[in-house]
C-alpha cells in the first residue's frame, strides 16, 4: 500500500497550513508584530504604525505571493496535463523567457514601476502567440511539438537576455538580476494575481475529470467523449495567462510551477479535482513563506524570493521523491 | 436483428493508401468480428474510422441508426469501447484510478465515481487478473500487465460495441484464452458486439463469428468465419503459404 493522506483530511491540513503561513509572513518583518497585536490591527483596533504595517505593506504583499505562488502551481498541473509530461512547468513553453525581454527591455530603456510590468505582460503573451501559431504547424499540434517549439523559443529568448544583460549599465544591472530571480519588493501591491487566481481555480475545476481523462492519453480521452480540442486549447490559453500575470507580478520564480503539482501527487494523488485547488493552496503556502524569509533573514536586506523558494522547495522535494512509493 | 453498428459505402484511405471501399458492414448483437490483413494495411485506421475518431472519406457510420458524426462524443462512448494498440503518453497513475477512467462517460458533468462505479471497474480489473494490484502504478506494471489494465478500462467502461485494435497483443496463452472466452461470453449471452484486429489466425478460427479481411489497395471481403476463412483466402491475404489441417472437428491454420 501507499502512504496517501487519506482525501478528506487534505483540504483541512492544506488551509490550516494557509491561515498559519499568512498570519506567520503578518507577524515577522523587520519590525515582530506579537499575535495579539496581529489580531488587533486586522479587526481594526491596536496602534496606527502597527496597522499600518500589518494592512498596508505586509497584507497586500503577502496576498500578491500567495496569489502568484498559487497562479504558478496551477499553471504548471494544467501544463504537465496538456503536455502529458511530469517534467513540463509554467516555464518550459517561453511563457517566462518573452516576459523577461519585455521587463528587462523597459529596464534597459530606463524606464520603471508599471512600464516593466507591462513590458513583462507584452512580452509573455507575443510569446505565447509565436509559439502557438509556430507550433500548429501542418502537421496540428501535438505534445511533443508543442514542447519542442516552446523549448527552442525559450532558447532563443534566453539569449536575448544575455544579450540584455551584456548591453545593460552597471545601474540598471542590478534591477534586471533581482527581476530575473524574483521579487516582491517593487509591487505597489495589486489585487490582480489574486482575482486572476480565484477565476482560474472557479473556471478549470468543474472540468477536472475531463483533465484526469486527458492525463490518460489523447487519443483515448477522445474516445471516451472529452472534447479534446477544445480542452486543450482552453488549457494552453488559460496555463500562459496564469503565467504571464504570476511573472508580470513577481519576475520569473522558477521551480514553483514545476515541483509543488509533484508535491501534492506524493501526498495525495494525481486526481485533478483535489490537485488543482490543492497544488494551488500549496504554490500559495510555498511562495508566501519563501517571501517572508527573504525579506525577514538577511534584514533590512532583501534577498530575491525565488532564491528562497528554491533552498526551501529544492531538499523538500528531494525528501518527498526519495521517500515516495507511489506512482511517478 | 437491426444493426447496432453499421457501416454502409465507407471508403477510408491513410497517407495516399486505400483500407477500403465501398465497405458494407453490419454489426449486431451477438456478432464477434476479427479484421485480418497484413501490417499497415490500415486495420488501426478502420477502427478508428468505425470508433469515429477519423472521418471517413465517402459513406459513413452508423450507431443505432444514427449517424456517427451527427452524435455527441459522450454519447457514442457510452456505447462503443475502443481499446487502442499502444498505451499513450500519459501521467503517473494507480491501476485503479486507470480503470475508472471508462466510467467517465456515464457520469454526469458534476458527479464523482460513486462506490458502484468502483466496483465496476474493480470487477473489470478482476476479470482479467489484476485483482490485488488495484494501488500499484501503472508504470510499474509489465508489459502483458499494462495491456490488460487497458482491457480492463474498456470493459469498466460497459460499452454495447467493443472496438479492439489487436486485444491479444502482449498476452500469455492462458490470458488470450480467457480474454477472447470473455469477449465471446459478452457478445453472444449479454447482447453485445465485438471488433476486433487479430494477428493470430486460430483465433480468429476459433472465438470469430464473422472474419473481415482487408487486402490493401481497398480490397475487402467479409463474411461467415467458416466460410472466408480458408486457406486459399489466406495465402492471398498475408501473401505467405496457408495451409489448413483438421483439429478437434475444426480446422487450424499453419503457415508454409
Redesign the interface.
Known amino acids: 500500500m501507499q502512504r496517501r493522506l487519506v482525501p478528506t483530511t487534505w483540504l483541512p491540513a492544506l488551509l490550516m497550513l494557509t491561515a498559519a503561513v499568512l498570519f506567520l509572513s503578518l507577524a515577522v518583518g523587520s519590525t515582530a508584530v506579537p499575535l495579539h497585536g496581529l489580531w488587533d490591527a486586522l479587526t481594526g483596533g491596536g496602534d496606527a504604525l502597527t496597522r499600518t504595517v500589518v494592512l498596508e505593506l505586509r497584507l497586500p504583499r503577502t496576498l500578491n505571493a500567495f496569489a502568484v505562488g498559487g497562479l504558478l502551481a496551477l499553471a504548471g498541473t494544467l501544463m504537465q496535463v496538456l503536455l502529458r509530461n511530469p517534467l513540463a512547468d509554467p516555464y518550459i513553453l517561453g511563457v517566462s523567457g518573452g516576459a523577461a525581454v519585455g521587463a528587462l527591455g523597459a529596464l534597459l530603456l530606463g524606464l520603471a514601476g508599471l512600464w516593466v510590468n507591462g513590458g513583462a505582460f507584452l512580452g509573455s503573451l507575443v510569446s505565447t502567440l509565436i509559439v502557438f501559431a509556430l507550433a500548429h504547424g501542418r502537421g496540428g499540434w501535438t505534445p511533443t511539438r508543442l514542447l519542442l517549439t516552446g523549448i527552442a523559443v525559450a532558447a532563443g529568448w534566453g539569449a536575448a537576455i544575455s544579450l540584455m544583460l551584456v548591453l545593460g549599465s552597471d545601474a540598471s544591472l542590478h534591477s534586471m538580476l533581482f527581476w530575473l530571480m524574483g521579487d516582491f519588493s517593487y509591487q505597489p501591491g495589486s489585487s490582480l494575481a489574486l482575482l486572476v487566481l480565484a477565476a482560474g481555480l472557479l473556471l478549470s475545476w468543474p472540468f477536472a475529470r475531463q483533465l484526469n481523462v486527458l492525463a490518460r492519453g489523447e487519443t483515448l480521452a477522445e474516445a471516451l467523449g472529452v472534447p479534446v480540442r477544445p480542452l486543450t486549447l482552453a488549457i494552453y490559453i488559460g496555463a500562459s495567462l496564469f503565467t504571464a500575470v504570476a511573472v508580470t507580478e513577481a519576475g520569473a520564480i522558477g521551480f514553483v510551477g514545476l515541483v509543488v503539482p509533484h508535491m501534492f501527487r506524493l501526498a495525495a494523488g494525481g486526481d485533478h479535482r483535489r490537485l488543482l485547488p490543492g497544488a494551488a493552496l500549496l504554490g500559495g503556502c510555498l511562495l508566501v513563506l519563501a517571501d517572508t524569509l527573504a525579506r525577514s533573514v538577511a534584514a533590512p536586506r532583501q534577498l530575491p524570493v525565488g532564491v528562497v523558494t528554491a533552498a526551501l522547495g529544492v531538499p523538500l522535494f528531494l525528501y518527498l521523491l526519495n521517500r515516495a512509493r507511489g506512482p511517478l | 436483428m437491426s444493426a447496432l453498428l453499421e457501416a454502409r459505402d465507407l471508403a477510408v484511405s491513410i497517407a495516399g493508401k486505400q483500407v477500403c471501399r465501398g465497405l458494407g458492414l453490419a454489426v449486431s448483437t451477438g456478432d464477434c468480428i476479427a479484421v485480418l490483413g497484413g501490417n499497415g494495411v490500415g486495420k488501426t485506421t478502420l477502427l478508428?474510422t468505425l470508433?469515429g475518431?477519423r472521418t471517413p472519406e465517402a459513406g459513413g457510420v452508423f450507431l443505432d441508426g444514427a449517424s456517427l458524426a451527427s452524435l455527441?462524443?459522450?454519447?457514442?462512448?457510452?456505447r462503443l469501447?475502443?481499446l487502442?494498440q499502444q498505451?499513450?503518453?500519459?501521467?503517473?497513475?494507480?491501476v485503479l484510478?486507470?480503470a475508472l477512467?471508462?466510467r467517465?462517460?456515464h457520469?454526469d458533468?458534476?458527479r464523482?465515481e460513486s462506490h458502484a462505479d468502483v466496483a465496476i471497474a474493480r470487477r473489470a480489473l478482476k476479470s482479467v487478473g489484476l485483482e490485488g494490484l488495484e494501488?500499484r502504478?501503472?508504470?510499474?506494471l509489465s508489459g502483458g500487465e499494462r495491456r490488460r489494465l487497458d482491457i480492463a478500462t474498456v470493459l469498466a467502461?460497459d460499452p454495447q460495441v467493443f472496438l479492439l485494435d489487436e486485444p491479444a497483443h502482449q498476452l500469455d496463452l492462458q490470458y488470450q484464452m480467457g480474454l477472447l472466452s470473455l469477449l465471446r461470453r459478452l457478445a453472444a449471452e449479454q447482447g453485445r458486439a465485438v471488433v476486433m484486429s487479430l494477428h493470430d489466425i486460430n483465433l480468429a478460427a476459433r472465438f470469430c463469428s464473422a472474419v473481415l479481411m482487408l487486402f490493401g489497395e481497398g480490397e475487402t471481403l467479409f463474411g461467415e468465419t467458416g466460410r472466408i476463412l480458408s486457406a486459399e483466402n489466406l495465402t492471398r491475404l498475408y501473401h505467405t503459404p496457408v495451409a489448413a489441417l483438421p483439429w478437434e472437428g475444426g480446422r487450424v491454420f499453419i503457415a508454409g
Open positions: 478508428h470508433a475518431l455527441p462524443r459522450r454519447r457514442v462512448a457510452q469501447g475502443l487502442m498505451p499513450e503518453d500519459s501521467l503517473p497513475a494507480t484510478e486507470t477512467i471508462g467517465h462517460p457520469l458533468f458534476w464523482w494501488q502504478a501503472q508504470t510499474a467502461q
